[in-house]
């Protein structure tokens, strides 16, 4: 669903642009929209029907709890040589950005979420969590976000390097 109504936002921003300076844009940005060309009517209103149960699963599940924690994305930060990553593990990502799933599944919720950091890898690169609250409740996510922050301090520290 969140492919889908990419590609449909895509083609709807970019695609008069696009047809009249393709040489332009990037070419991830053009494989979006023309992906967006091609998608019927039917295509975008069964992605809002799935979007909409997948909305509705997750508010029973904050019926139960507060927020939910997550990974940010599904790598460490990569190389700016690399414009994105092409493979997790040795499972080949199909689309350029299929490494940040753990992102756009919570962007079609809707949900207000926020990205903190947590720690850091062996290598000392900066690894972050991505706290979701309830509809409507950014105030609280604000909250717990500082609460994590302050509990933790991992924001005032380099690896190796204590900043305070």
Request: with cysteine; hydrophobic share 40%; proline share 6%.
């Amino acid at each position: 669903m969140f492919k889908t109504l990419r590609a449909w936002s895509f083609a709807s921003r970019h695609g008069e642009d696009i047809r009249q300076y393709p040489d332009q844009y990037k070419e991830t940005i053009i494989w979006n929209v023309e992906a967006g060309l091609t998608l019927s009517a039917t295509d975008v209103s069964e992605a809002n029907k799935l979007r909409t149960k997948v909305y509705q699963r997750v508010i029973r599940f904050f019926e139960d709890y507060d927020f939910l924690v997550l990974p940010v994305s599904q790598v460490a930060p990569f190389s700016l040589t690399n414009e994105y990553v092409t493979n997790i593990d040795g499972i080949p990502m199909e689309t350029y950005i299929d490494w940040m799933k753990s992102c756009y599944f919570i962007t079609v919720t809707g949900l207000p979420a926020i990205s903190v950091p947590c720690g850091f890898t062996p290598e000392g690169l900066p690894v972050g969590i991505q706290i979701i609250g309830k509809p409507l409740q950014e105030l609280a996510l604000l909250r717990m976000a500082y609460a994590f922050e302050q509990a933790t301090d991992t924001w005032k520290t380099l690896p190796g390097i204590c900043t305070q």
